[in-house]
């Protein structure tokens, strides 16, 4: 007789996983949080944020000098503009430094709050019992004593004045070292305060760049900035009221040795006003002294030179007669170039385009060249353009670009010195009339700046507890032995590398043991 039911001898059974359920979108957030505020994550930010300053400190950055973010566009006119539409001349105001630096706040505030609550409460509560087995413990060590067990704790406790001790019948437990979890914390916590510090400066505060030159006066409005970065919450018309004038600027050059052609020095005499109504005082501006004026800095990033040229037209009447900054080109010896735009002359316009050899030489292929960044042997030579310089055609142009495309090219002129001229075909005259000092400044005002200084001290002290302070606890039982005397056990745990806490839980049973001799043969002599 057959059957129909299957043979459960020879087919074996597959026990095949369930299939795990579909994650919601609530387990799909919970998940995301904590994988954003997971202390790998966190590293991970910061190594993000350090990887994406260094481009920061290898490019020009337009907060910081407008004129060198300039020369990078004139000497690599295919890349600078490749790099400028990925914000690396503004890396710190970028969208994706940006990016990385909220999701790191957001990653360091869900790692530390959490974190220092718990702390908090582990402060408040009692040390930990003390655990059956003392004998287990990284240190431990039994001794006898005739002394009381009641005496053998009260003895313990006053070795231990320093920790936090709880009784727990027979046995004490004690504990130190708290201060390293909270440097720990205060150091995290400082952190997430700096970025919260930096995050008000940016958004409460501003900064502007300005190119000014001996002689000339700087009112701190924003038409008198070459480059000006408000905060979201600055009211540019609300700015600091100060005014300055630069009287004078010097800067001295190493000339011998390996170090030559270094700048030793720069200093520029300034005289200044908080308000239009404040009087007048002096300040001596140097590198890494700024002016502190009315909750604002003012900064000497770098100097220039600036020729003078006097234009006068066919006729003989002065058109031009002014101080033109040039730019340096950054090769070591403060060549530079500028644009001189002459619009206010008839019947053509004129510009020009030069460069200015503060020591001029010439090289061993016969052209010329700076050897010195100090104004030695000064020496201009230009290019001269007649026709419409293209003011009016409602196109904002740059102060250091000349635009030819209506313009015809006149030729170049003689190396020119101080007191030269160059006269061109249509009569008109351009005279090379000296030169004077420029500096470069940048106005910068933060009002979280305290706090964040504040921040990194306190960051700098949790981080010395974290480094200095070892953590331990100790436990001693005292209790009566089967031959009446009582037994004294110690045990010790640290939570840090070395062998100094090791040391220190040995003279703890050294001393208590000491002590409970002492006492001993005092209880001796006195019965006797």
């Not at 299939?19 to 790998?40: K, Y």
């Not at 001693?476 to 100094?500: H, M, W, Y």
């Not at 043969?521 to 019965?527: H, L, P, V």
């Amino acid at each position: 007789m057959t059957s129909s039911q299957p043979d459960t001898a020879t087919e074996p059974v597959r026990n095949e996983p369930a299939p795990a359920p579909a994650l919601s979108p609530l387990g799909w957030a919970r998940w995301a949080w904590r994988v954003l505020t997971s202390m790998r994550t966190a590293l991970i930010l910061l190594f993000l944020l350090a990887l994406g300053a260094i481009p920061g400190s290898l490019l020009p950055q337009r907060g910081v000098s407008v004129e060198e973010v300039r020369n990078y566009h004139l000497e690599h006119p295919d890349l600078a503009p490749v790099l400028d539409r990925l914000y690396l001349f503004d890396v710190y105001s970028s969208p994706w430094y940006s990016a990385i630096y909220l999701l790191l706040f957001v990653s360091l505030a869900g790692c530390v709050l959490p974190r220092a609550a718990a702390h908090y409460r582990l402060l408040r509560a009692r040390p930990p019992r003390t655990p059956r087995r003392l004998d287990r413990m990284p240190y431990s060590a039994t001794f006898a004593t005739d002394a009381a067990p009641e005496r053998a704790l009260a003895e313990a406790r006053s070795l231990l004045g320093g920790h936090r001790i709880a009784e727990y019948g027979d046995s004490l437990s004690a504990e130190t070292g708290y201060l390293r979890e909270t440097g720990n914390v205060v150091f995290h916590l400082s952190l997430l305060a700096l970025l919260v510090s930096l995050a008000c400066g940016s958004f409460l505060g501003y900064r502007g760049n300005m190119l000014v030159t001996e002689g000339d006066e700087f009112a701190n409005t924003l038409t008198s900035y070459d480059a000006f970065h408000p905060g979201t919450a600055v009211d540019p018309a609300g700015i600091q009221p100060f005014w300055m004038r630069l009287d004078d600027f010097e800067a001295s050059f190493v000339d011998e040795g390996s170090m030559t052609g270094q700048a030793a020095s720069y200093r520029a005499d300034l005289t200044y006003r908080e308000s239009p109504d404040a009087e007048e005082r002096s300040h001596v501006l140097e590198v890494n002294h700024p002016l502190q004026v009315d909750g604002a800095q003012v900064y000497l990033l770098g100097h220039g030179y600036a020729p003078t040229f006097r234009v006068t037209d066919a006729d003989g009447r002065v058109v031009f007669d002014q101080a033109v900054p040039f730019l340096d080109r950054g090769d070591g010896n403060f060549t530079s170039d500028g644009v001189v735009k002459v619009p206010d002359i008839a019947p053509e316009q004129l510009g020009f385009t030069g460069v200015f050899l503060p020591s001029a030489t010439t090289d061993d292929s016969g052209d010329l060249v700076s050897d010195f960044p100090d104004a030695r042997n000064p020496v201009v030579v230009l290019r001269g353009f007649v026709g419409d310089l293209g003011l009016d055609s409602g196109n904002p142009q740059s102060v250091y670009q000349l635009y030819t495309d209506r313009m015809e090219e006149v030729g170049d002129s003689p190396p020119l010195s101080p007191g030269d001229s160059w006269e061109l075909p249509n009569g008109a005259t351009i005279e090379f009339t000296g030169h004077r000092d420029y500096v470069s400044l940048q106005v910068t005002s933060d009002p979280a700046r305290p706090y964040a200084l504040a921040s990194a001290v306190a960051a700098v002290l949790g981080l010395l507890c974290t480094l200095f302070v070892q953590p331990r606890r100790a436990w001693v039982r005292a209790r009566r032995g089967e031959d009446g005397r009582t037994v004294v056990e110690i045990g010790g745990l640290v939570k840090s590398e070395g062998t100094a806490p090791l040391r220190r839980f040995h003279e703890l049973a050294t001393q208590l043991n000491q002590r409970l001799r002492r006492s001993d043969r005092q209880s001796g002599t006195e019965k006797e």
